[in-house]
Structure formats: structure tokens, C-alpha cells
């Protein structure tokens, strides 16, 4: 029997030899059977039901891609980080070579339902089908997310505004008795991290402050995340596109009104600044941004321009049409001038200004020349009553006298029209100054407004 046996172990031995060994698996393999067999993806990993499981939440602010004041949304791409414990997924490394980490598929291990709130839609984020868990059970999701985020968009301070848009990250349905909510890091640290924010776009991040805390819903706690992303357009490029254009056609308008007011080309020159104005607004309409409840001030800035552009433009309408009234109408708005006149210099004191129209009324109305119109029209008079019929050398006087008279009635009449011109020019100053006070107070107010909204 002895031999027997012996045989047949023999056999056994030569038996095993033969048929080829078996692949073993790698410990990789061995490890992630060994945690997944069983394990049970839709219950919460811990062991005792009453303790809840804390998800670790952090975030870094890539990029701010569009913000759309259409439809109140803002596109942004962040870095998203969670991480927690999972009491199942725990290992000794040194049962498994040393494994300290492993990667396993999101799939096959529970995961936190957390979501944000502000979601208008979860746009192109790549799928990451890994998470990463340590011996001790920590389980890192790290992932990207280009997020449309609803976020009420204040754009009445336009191109110098600030946002403020908030992502809440809170699990929809589960209370903070089974998952609790905490910030990875710090506070401070999330709100001043800048390393990844590419900031060279059109938007400065200022800080991402973060708050946690929990809201009641139908009797239950819920825990949550607030981010606010604050960001700050950077103007500039408005500033040298819309403001500045702007800016310049105005100042041309204003110098505009050194041209001569005779010579009729002040109309023609405003006209086509206005016309250029218009032309600029056309082209710039896209450019400006669309709210539907308030219009940002930089549209009240274009409309009020173009507002002040067709002010100065009537003005010198107005002053031409003055200017070439005809001189009857000249001598019937003799006291309409001395009101004019009366008011027109605005930068004297009361008294003068009293003590000036004194002096134009003594002109108006008691002129020497009209005097000497009076005392030639005598002499005209007494030399036609002479009753002789007159001699050659009488004649020759007649018509000297009434050669002069032709002269001084020509001199009286170029001299009310130089009057008349001067006056014109003196309402033309008053109504520049007017409009030069009104564009310093609209400036004024406008300036006020945007730093009143970009440094608070
Ligand atoms: C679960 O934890 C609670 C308190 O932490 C304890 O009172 C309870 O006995 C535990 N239950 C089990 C089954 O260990
Ligand atoms: C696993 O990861 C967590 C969090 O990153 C860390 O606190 C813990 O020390 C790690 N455990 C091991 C064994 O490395
Ligand atoms: C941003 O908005 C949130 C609420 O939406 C508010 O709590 C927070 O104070 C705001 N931050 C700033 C700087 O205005």
C-alpha cells in the first residue's frame, strides 16, 4: 500500500506539473475584487445608519467664459473637488504590496448626489468615469464642470460693473442627518485662490467667499454650500470703443461753435456730426448689453448725447434764422434785444448787467444819428420850400444833400445790421455757455454715478 500511495503521489506531482498553472492576477485586480465583492453601490457607505457621512466640498474658479444679461446666466468653468469617507472601502497596503491608492470606477462605488442649485444647465464637462480612494477609505471625485449658472445680473453700471453669482452645492434630497456638507479648505484660502483663473479675459475675479449653512424643508435639515463668485469687468475695452468715439464727436461739437455764425456752415458741419453720431450708434447696437429691466447707464449716456448733439444744432438753427431777419423785424425786436441784452452777460454782476441795459436803451432811443437824420431831413425840408425853381448851382446842392442823405441812411443801415450781428453773437455765447453748463452737469452726473458703482 505503501508503494501505492507513493505512486500516486507521484502521479499527482507529474499531473499538476502538466496542466499549465493558472494566470494569478495582479494584486491591482486581487484588491479591487476583494473591496467591490460586496459591496453595494446605492447604500451609503457607513456602518452604523445614524452616523452621516461628510462630503468635503472644494472649488477652483477656471474661467469666466460669457455672461449673458439676455438671459440673466453666466457660462463659467471650474475645478470641482469632493471627497469622503467611505467605511467599505478600507484596506491594510500591506496585505496588497503596498497598495496605498487606487483608482475604481465611479460606477461601481455609491457616490453623493450633491448638486448646485443655480444649474440652468450642465454644459460641456468632459465624463471622469475614476475616483480615487486611499487605504483608509477616502474617496477623492475630482472633476471639471463648464457650468451655466442663473445668476441675476446687474448691468446698470455698464462697461464698470461688478457681478455677484452665487453656486449652492447641497445634496437634493438627502438631509444633513445622512450628508453633511464641509469646505475642504479653508475659507480664506477658496476666496483668495487666483492660481488658475486665466485673467486675461474680460472679467478680474475679486474673491470666491464661501458660507456654509442649513435651510429647513418639510421638517428636514439640509445642508449647504454657498460660493459667491465675484468678478469685475474690465473696461477698458468700452471705454477706448464707445465712450471715447463719443467723448470726441462731442468735443467737436462744442468747438463747432468757433466757426463764423454768418457763414452758414456751422448747420452743415453739426448736421454731419450727427449724422456721423447716428452711424456709430448703428454700428455699436450689438455691443451694448440687453437687459430687460433697466437700461444701463451707458445707453442713457448715447441717447442723452445724441440728445445734446440735436440741442446744439437747434441752437444754431435758431441763431441763424435770427441773424437773417430782415431789418424791419430788426427795429420791432428793439426791446426784445434789450431784455436779450439784459441777460445775455450772464457773467456780470446784477447792477452792471441793470447799468448796461440802461446804456442800450439811451442808444436805442435817443441815438445821435438819429438826430442828424432829423436835422438833414429839416434841411431837406426848408430847401424844398425855397419856391424859386432852382438854378444850376441849387440843384447841384440838392443833389449833394440828398447824395449824403442816401450815404447816412446806408451808414445808419449798416450800422444796425453790425448791431443786429453783434447781438446775435452775444445770444449765440449765451446759449454756447448754456449748453456748455448743461454738458458739465450731465458729465458731472454721469461720472459720479459710474464711480459711485465701480469702487463701492
Ligand atoms: C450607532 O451609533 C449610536 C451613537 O453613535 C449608538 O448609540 C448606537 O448604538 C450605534 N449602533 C450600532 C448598531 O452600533
Ligand atoms: C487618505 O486620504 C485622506 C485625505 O486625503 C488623508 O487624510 C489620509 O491620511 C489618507 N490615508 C492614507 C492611509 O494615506
Ligand atoms: C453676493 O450675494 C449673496 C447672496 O446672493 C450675498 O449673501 C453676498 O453678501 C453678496 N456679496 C457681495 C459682496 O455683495
Redo the contacts with the bound molecule.
Keep these: 500500500t505503501m508503494i501505492l500511495v507513493w505512486i500516486v503521489l507521484f502521479l499527482s506531482v507529474n499531473l499538476t506539473e502538466c496542466v499549465p498553472e493558472k494566470p494569478k492576477r495582479s494584486t491591482l485586480n486581487q484588491l479591487t475584487r476583494t473591496l467591490l465583492r460586496k459591496y453595494d453601490c446605492g447604500v451609503r457607505p457607513v456602518?452604523?445608519w445614524?452616523?452621516s457621512t461628510t462630503v468635503y466640498i472644494d472649488l477652483i474658479l477656471q474661467s469666466v467664459l460669457d455672461v449673458d444679461g439676455k438671459t440673466q446666466s453666466i457660462t463659467t468653468s471650474i475645478w470641482y473637488r469632493q471627497i469622503w469617507r467611505d467605511e467599505f472601502l478600507v484596506w491594510d497596503p500591506e496585505d496588497f504590496d503596498g497598495i496605498t491608492e487606487l483608482s475604481l470606477s465611479s460606477d461601481a462605488i455609491w457616490v453623493p448626489d450633491i448638486i448646485v442649485t443655480e444649474f440652468v444647465e450642465e454644459g460641456k464637462s468632459p465624463p471622469i468615469p475614476y475616483v480615487y480612494v486611499n487605504s483608509s477609505g477616502s474617496v477623492r471625485n475630482y472633476r471639471p464642470i463648464q457650468a451655466v449658472l442663473a445668476c441675476s445680473l446687474e448691468m446698470y453700471a455698464f462697461p464698470f460693473d461688478k457681478q455677484n453669482c452665487s453656486l449652492t452645492f447641497r445634496s437634493w434630497l438627502h438631509s444633513v442627518k445622512e450628508i453633511d456638507l464641509a469646505l475642504w479648505r479653508s475659507a480664506e484660502a477658496i476666496a483668495g485662490d487666483k492660481r488658475e483663473f486665466m485673467n486675461d479675459g474680460e472679467w478680474e475675479l475679486l474673491s470666491v467667499p464661501s458660507q456654509y449653512w442649513q435651510i429647513r424643508q418639510d421638517d428636514a435639515d439640509y445642508a449647504q454650500i454657498q460660493f459667491n463668485l465675484l468678478i469685475r469687468r474690465r473696461p477698458l475695452l468700452y471705454v477706448v470703443g464707445l465712450l471715447i468715439p463719443s467723448i470726441f464727436l462731442m468735443l467737436v461739437d462744442v468747438v463747432s461753435f468757433y466757426l463764423p455764425l454768418n457763414s452758414g456752415t456751422r448747420i452743415a458741419f453739426k448736421i454731419s456730426i450727427l449724422l456721423g453720431y447716428t452711424v456709430f450708434r448703428v454700428n455699436l447696437t450689438d455691443e451694448l448689453p440687453a437687459t430687460a429691466l433697466r437700461t444701463p447707464l451707458i445707453g442713457v449716456f448715447f441717447v442723452v448725447c445724441m440728445a445734446m448733439l440735436m440741442l446744439s444744432l437747434i441752437k444754431s438753427i435758431l441763431v441763424v434764422k435770427l441773424l437773417h431777419h430782415s431789418e424791419k423785424e430788426v427795429k420791432q425786436m428793439s426791446l426784445s434785444a434789450c431784455l436779450l441784452d439784459r441777460y445775455g452777460s450772464a457773467g456780470h454782476s446784477l447792477s452792471e448787467s441793470a447799468l448796461t441795459s440802461i446804456k442800450t436803451l439811451d442808444n436805442i432811443y435817443a441815438p445821435g444819428d438819429y438826430e442828424l437824420e432829423s436835422s438833414l431831413e429839416e434841411d431837406l425840408l426848408s430847401l424844398n420850400d425855397v419856391p424859386d425853381p432852382p438854378s444850376g448851382l441849387e440843384w447841384l446842392l440838392q443833389e449833394l444833400v440828398s447824395l449824403r442823405m442816401a450815404f447816412s441812411q446806408e451808414d445808419s443801415e449798416s450800422s444796425a445790421q453790425a448791431e443786429w450781428l453783434s447781438l446775435c453773437l452775444r445770444l449765440d455765447r449765451l446759449l454756447f455757455r448754456f449748453y456748455l453748463l448743461v454738458l458739465a452737469v450731465y458729465t458731472g452726473t454721469l461720472l459720479l454715478l459710474w464711480a459711485r458703482w465701480s469702487f463701492t
Design positions: 456602518h452604523n445614524t452616523s
